[in-house]
């Protein structure tokens, strides 16, 4: 799964967004939303995520995604079939647990994961995902088609916002004109 993102040429962007553009651009919950199956939605908290996605894999994974670089946030690709993989409170809790052990400083005074290296924040979202219910296998043909398919939507949504709509490009003549000139 390591070539996960360079066959997928999805890209992963800090933040959430409205819809993804012809190239991606959607942070790592809302392209994990997407390879599951569930239709695209805005991902701005992690209480917006599907039931079926565990709440602190989920807080973690945004939390690497927006303080990622450009470069680093693409290693993020191969968990996004990963996370839909919710489980029993306790083992939620045991997640949690885990994460925060993992990533969080020994001053008293510093906020829970507030700053730490993406290399450790990598092996606790491993660990994490460890714990409890994995996630069920997803073909990385399955997620591939999945995430084209709404590229491939965002891309005629583009074309189609650019120029009249054809009612009205018909209405004025200008349907072939229009096409011709393209």
């Not at 997928?8 to 392209?31: M, Q, R, V, Y």
């Not at 919710?86 to 939620?92: I, L, S």
Request: proline share 4%.
């Amino acid at each position: 799964m390591s070539d996960f993102s360079h066959i997928l040429n999805w890209k992963l962007l800090s933040g959430s967004h409205k819809f993804p553009g012809p190239d991606g651009g959607t942070c790592i919950n809302e392209a994990a939303v997407l390879a599951c199956g569930f239709p695209y939605q805005r991902v701005s908290s992690v209480n917006a995520m599907p039931a079926c996605f565990s709440r602190p894999i989920c807080r973690l994974a945004m939390q690497l995604n927006d303080n990622a670089t450009d470069a680093q946030r693409q290693h993020l690709m191969p968990f996004v079939t990963r996370l839909a993989c919710a489980d029993t409170d306790e083992v939620e809790h045991e997640r949690e647990r885990y994460i925060d052990a993992c990533l969080t400083s020994d001053n008293l005074f510093s906020p829970a994961l507030c700053l730490f290296d993406f290399q450790d924040g990598l092996s606790a979202l491993e660990g994490a995902l460890a714990i409890g219910r994995q996630a069920d296998l997803l073909g990385m043909e399955e997620a591939v088609g999945r995430l084209d398919a709404v590229r491939a939507s965002a891309k005629s949504a583009k074309k189609r916002s650019g120029s009249l709509p054809a009612k009205v490009k018909g209405w004025l003549g200008l349907s072939q004109a229009l096409e011709s000139a393209e």
